[in-house]
């Protein structure tokens, strides 16, 4: 069975920085496509960023230089840097695993393992 497992998210200042962690268990990150989905209040679901299996990277036009989302094998765990942040990246960050190897992770279908979703609050 496949788990992931989200950390604690916090409340940042405008311009501070925050790190977010999903550690899997059940399947292998390098080999699967993986992705960070934001909900925020009053809006959808939408997607930040993605890290394929062939290491190819996708980032929202408003994170782009400013998130980084990298991985670390050896512990199986995805990683979402955000650097710069502003209220905007407010919400609660879910990880999500797409371990079908059919579509393109841009599409919210492919992904079949979702963490339980951690708050993020960018606040002055």
């Known amino acids: 069975q496949v788990q992931l497992a989200e950390s604690v998210g916090d409340s940042v200042q405008p311009g501070g920085s925050l790190r977010l962690s999903c550690t899997s268990s059940?399947?292998?990150?390098?080999?699967?496509?993986m992705g960070w989905y934001r909900q925020s209040p009053g809006n959808e679901c939408v997607l930040v960023s993605t890290i394929s299996s062939d290491g190819s990277t996708y980032y929202a036009v408003s994170v782009k230089g400013r998130f980084t989302i990298y991985q670390d094998n050896a512990k199986n765990t995805v990683y979402l840097q955000m650097n710069r942040m502003k209220p905007d990246d407010s919400g609660v960050y879910y990880c999500?695993?797409?371990?079908?190897?059919?579509?393109?992770?841009?599409?919210?279908?492919?992904?079949?393992?979702w963490g339980q979703g951690t708050q993020v609050t960018v606040s002055s």
């Open positions: 059940g399947v292998a990150v390098d080999d699967t496509d």
């Open positions: 999500a695993a797409a371990t079908g190897g059919v579509g393109s992770p841009l599409q919210a279908r492919v992904y079949n393992y």
